[in-house]
Nanobody
C-alpha cells in the first residue's frame, strides 16, 4: 500500500487546515486509517483514527477540534483541523493498519505560526 498525503502548510493560530490522504494498492475491508503527527524533538503520536465500521478515536488534545473522515470508494482519509495551536506544528503522517501491517505516507508539514 502506498499513501500520499496532501494539505499541509502554514496557518495562523486559530486557523483551519484539511489534510487528505489517498491510498493506492490493496485496501482490505477490515482496516484502520489514521493520522499521526510528530513535532520537532518529540515522538510520533496518534491524532485521530477511523475504523472500518466508522468508529472514530481521537487524542484528548484534539477532541472537539479535529474531525477524521473517510471515503471508501476513493480509498482516502481526511483530517479537518480547526482552532489550530502553535504547539501542533508537526509533520502529519497518514497511516493504514491492516492484517497486522502498518503502512505510512511520506508526511505533510503543518506549521501553526503568526
Amino acid at each position: 500500500v502506498q499513501l500520499q498525503a496532501f494539505g499541509g502548510g502554514l496557518v495562523q493560530p486559530g486557523g483551519s487546515l484539511r489534510l487528505s490522504c489517498a491510498a493506492s494498492g490493496t485496501i482490505f475491508s477490515s482496516r484502520i486509517m489514521g493520522w499521526y503527527r510528530q513535532a520537532p524533538g518529540k515522538q510520533r503520536e496518534l491524532a485521530a483514527r477511523i475504523f472500518s465500521n466508522g468508529y472514530t478515536d481521537y487524542a484528548d488534545s484534539v477532541k472537539g477540534r479535529f474531525t477524521i473522515s473517510k471515503d471508501n470508494a476513493k480509498k482516502s482519509v481526511y483530517l479537518q483541523m480547526n482552532s489550530l495551536k502553535p504547539e501542533e506544528t508537526a509533520v502529519y503522517y497518514c497511516n493504514v493498519f491492516q492484517r497486522g501491517t502498518n503502512s505510512w505516507g511520506q508526511g505533510t508539514l503543518v506549521t501553526v505560526s503568526s
